[in-house]
């Protein structure tokens, strides 16, 4: 299948600093990426839908202005949590819609951290 | 709108036996239906998906599924489970032309000797 990678797979902060999330579609042009957000034992929130060359649109609830979303690629969507806060930890997972299969690919993750 | 349910949060059974992970969802057309596994602190990987035709659909590692549309349900089975089949369990239903997933609360399966 295909495959979407995330960087970085952890990361810990200082309150108040931005935190940037890659994610990348390696073998497939994705138009349109996701951003879930995971709490322990928990299911998958979606957050905002990323699309190349246009706004993000986000999900209610889900401040815009704290998590940016940049899809300046067909293969590239950051996610970046500005001035982080200890309620921003929790695990962050994109995903890429290949459309030849009609499948969302899952990253492996990125665990974040604030202190 | 459409949504997932997963009846239960955790089962455990014991190496070698049967299982079925149960989901219904909520969707007036015809849905697409999705089964992921999520190992501790990873990503999703699918297991299997339906989309029409038909119904019993084939996935990876030995699982199966079963769309029902009388009941709403699609249900994962796999006839035999080996202890690396301890996992989180999420079914998803999407929409045709609209690449957003909805996601069941997920299934803790536990594997015991």
């Known amino acids: 299948g295909a495959v979407v990678s995330q960087h970085p797979s952890w990361v810990i902060c200082k309150s108040g600093t931005s935190v940037k999330i890659e994610c990348r579609s390696l073998?497939?042009?994705?138009?349109?990426m996701f951003w879930y957000r995971q709490f322990p034992k928990q299911s998958l929130m979606l957050m905002a839908t990323s699309n190349e060359g246009s706004k993000a649109t986000y999900e209610q609830g889900v401040e815009k202005d704290k998590f940016l979303i940049n899809h300046a690629s067909l293969t590239l969507s950051t996610l970046t949590v500005t001035s982080a806060h200890p309620e921003d930890s929790s695990f962050y997972i994109c995903?890429?819609?290949?459309?030849?299969?009609?499948?969302?690919?899952f990253g492996p993750g990125t665990r974040l951290t604030v202190l | 709108a459409q949504s997932v349910t997963q009846p239960d949060i955790h089962i455990t059974v014991s190496e070698g036996a049967s299982l079925e992970l149960r989901c219904n969802y909520s969707y007036g057309a015809t849905p697409y239906l999705f089964w992921y596994v999520q190992s501790p602190g990873q990503g999703l990987q699918l297991l299997l998906k339906y989309f029409s035709g038909d119904t019993l659909v084939q996935g990876i590692k030995g699982f199966e599924a079963e769309f029902k549309r009388s009941q709403s349900s699609f249900n994962l089975r796999k006839p035999s489970v080996h202890w690396s089949d301890a996992a989180e369990y999420f079914c998803?239903?999407?929409?045709?032309?609209?690449?957003?997933?909805?996601f069941g609360t997920g299934t803790r399966l536990t594997i015991i000797p």
């Open positions: 073998d497939f042009q994705a138009t349109t």
């Open positions: 995903s890429s819609w290949e459309t030849s299969t009609d499948t969302q690919y």
């Open positions: 998803a239903v999407g929409e045709f032309g609209n690449e957003k997933l909805t």
